[in-house]
């Protein structure tokens, strides 16, 4: 028999939902949710063909891997989606901060917004080259007084395309 911790031939899409569920209760689609919910006919209706092979694979993981409270029925899948998010077991750090360490927060989040969006800008790889491809063509022209692509003879199309563009100009 397969080792019954062995889910290497889910699919890795569905396992990432199913435990976004569980971490986050982030409502997944529709195939995983009828699986959720222990509805096989809308499971198999909701299911791809890869979902769909991978079916034992899955139920398996849900009965090894997922706590029981929140699949098994519609109403657990419910009452799971509306408990209380994860995040939430922080929220007492901020509701009970200092006006001076909240605006402490948000200036240095502010300053990180600023440094990075300074920093992106600069970094931007193909902004760069883009700027220097045309700084390269205005050169170019000012100096032959056309552009690189008609001195050079190309006509942007490829060879396929230029080939196929003088036989019907010969055609006609």
């Not at 029981?68 to 519609?74: A, D, I, K, L, R």
């Not at 077991?89 to 917004?113: E, F, M, P, Q, W």
């Not at 942007?156 to 395309?161: F, K, N, R, T, V």
Request: proline share 5%.
């Amino acid at each position: 028999m397969d080792n019954p911790t062995d889910y290497h031939d889910a699919p890795s899409d569905v396992l990432a939902a199913i435990q976004r569920w569980v971490q986050y209760r982030d409502y997944p689609g529709s195939f995983v949710t009828r699986l959720l919910c222990n509805d096989l006919i809308g499971t198999i209706r909701a299911a791809d063909p890869q979902s769909l092979a991978a079916l034992p694979i899955l139920l398996r993981y849900l009965h090894n891997e997922v706590p029981t409270n929140c699949y098994g029925s519609e109403g657990k899948v419910n009452e799971w989606g509306e408990g209380p998010h994860p995040a939430a077991a922080h929220d007492h750090l901020i509701l009970n901060a200092t006006r001076k360490t909240l605006r402490s927060y948000l200036d240095a989040a502010h300053d990180v917004g600023e440094a990075k969006g300074a920093r992106d800008q600069e970094a931007d790889p193909i902004k760069r080259v883009v700027e220097a491809s045309h700084a390269k063509e205005s050169r170019f022209v000012e100096k032959h007084g056309i552009s690189s692509a008609e001195y050079y003879g190309e006509s942007g199309w490829s060879d396929a395309q230029d080939e196929a563009m003088r036989e019907r100009e010969e055609a006609q």
